[in-house]
């Protein structure tokens, strides 16, 4: 059986490189045409220098007919911008979005990206919630999660029989590349919060993917987003008020039973607590909890490579299921150290 053959829409960004670097060494696809528009020409080795394998290899536009010469398609491009591409693509071609252009429900688009009509709303590709693989082995397009949502999600969706999801309080820390090429010089040796009061797009995304999971419940999420002095990871710390009677185990429990036998989600060991250096590289996300009695709170700490199980990494374990792959194939669930 010949590979896959698959193409990439926004090769020259951070998490283009990424998803080429993870592709390299995939067993079962081959790499297709690499578009990046503003860098149509230039070597793929020029902006990714630690790719060595695309020596010779040069950027090519942004054109439908070019893209659609591969089987599967991934576009990490900024917001907005994808769903014009896909207009122009054939309907045969499947497609794995980065961005947040089909993530969302028609209402909290148009709140949220006022500039960009609603595209359409396409699976969600979060593999580790409930029923969401057997959605993705059969979408013929998939939205990929953004990197806080990620983080969020995983930490808080098995915990919503236990919390108030009315009162969610997440306050995340993101390496500079999840914030692009630009942000990187600035943060070095400084922290600072963005997009305070709930304006940032990855709080409705939180709120609907929680919302799924307890429809009829109002869920509401205050999202504090901050950019800390590394280059990539997340560290996303959540908490909302517990019903009556629950207990650390019972949180504890809820976790282990959902993430129990999963490959790239894991629940430490009591009294380890997640560290996003320990997810670099890979398409693991560390999580624990704990219970606050002072507060009567559930707080539950999620770690992620941004660039892996938040971005690049996640969208070829979505592909993988997509393809009927190993789900694992081409990915690891182990960082990089020191």
């Not at 990439?8 to 790499?31: C, F, Q, T």
């Not at 010469?69 to 576009?75: G, M, N, V």
């Not at 009567?296 to 997509?322: E, F, Y």
Request: aromatic share 4%; glycine share 10%.
């Amino acid at each position: 059986m010949g590979k896959t053959r698959v193409a990439v829409a926004g090769a020259s960004g951070y998490a283009g490189g990424e998803l080429l670097r993870l592709l390299a060494g995939h067993p079962d696809l081959e790499i297709g045409p690499l578009a990046a528009q503003a860098s149509a020409g230039r070597p793929v080795t020029e902006l990714h220098p630690h790719l060595p394998d695309m020596e010779g290899v040069a950027f090519a536009p942004t054109d439908p007919a070019v893209l659609a010469d591969a089987d599967l398609l991934f576009t990490a491009l900024p917001h907005g911008e994808s769903a014009a591409l896909v207009a122009e693509l054939p309907a045969s071609l499947k497609i794995i979005d980065l961005g947040a252009d089909f993530r969302l429900s028609a209402e909290p688009w148009s709140r949220y990206y006022p500039k960009h009509p609603h595209a359409g709303q396409w699976t969600y590709g979060l593999p580790e919630l409930p029923g969401a693989r057997e959605a993705i082995e059969t979408a013929p397009a998939v939205a990929a999660p953004g990197c806080y949502a990620t983080a969020a999600i995983l930490a808080l969706a098995p915990l919503l029989p236990l919390i108030d999801p009315s009162a969610i309080v997440i306050v995340a820390a993101s390496g500079t590349s999840g914030a692009g090429r630009g942000a990187h010089v600035e943060a070095f040796g400084s922290m600072r919060a963005y997009e305070v009061g709930g304006t940032h797009r990855h709080t409705p995304e939180i709120e609907q993917a929680l919302q799924s999971e307890r429809p009829g419940e109002p869920v509401t999420v205050s999202f504090t987003p901050t950019l800390a002095p590394m280059s990539r990871g997340i560290l996303a710390t959540c908490s909302a008020p517990v019903a009556r009677g629950v207990t650390a185990a019972d949180l504890r429990s809820a976790l282990t039973g959902i993430y129990g036998s999963e490959q790239f989600v894991h629940v430490l060991p009591e009294g380890r607590w997640p560290a996003s250096g320990a997810t670099i590289g890979s398409n693991a996300a560390q999580l624990q909890v704990a219970l606050d009695p002072h507060a009567g709170r559930a707080v539950v700490v999620s770690a992620l490579d941004n660039l892996g199980k938040g971005a690049a990494g996640q969208a070829v374990q979505i592909a993988n299921i997509m393809l009927g792959l190993p789900e694992s194939a081409g990915l690891t669930a182990h960082g990089v150290a020191p």
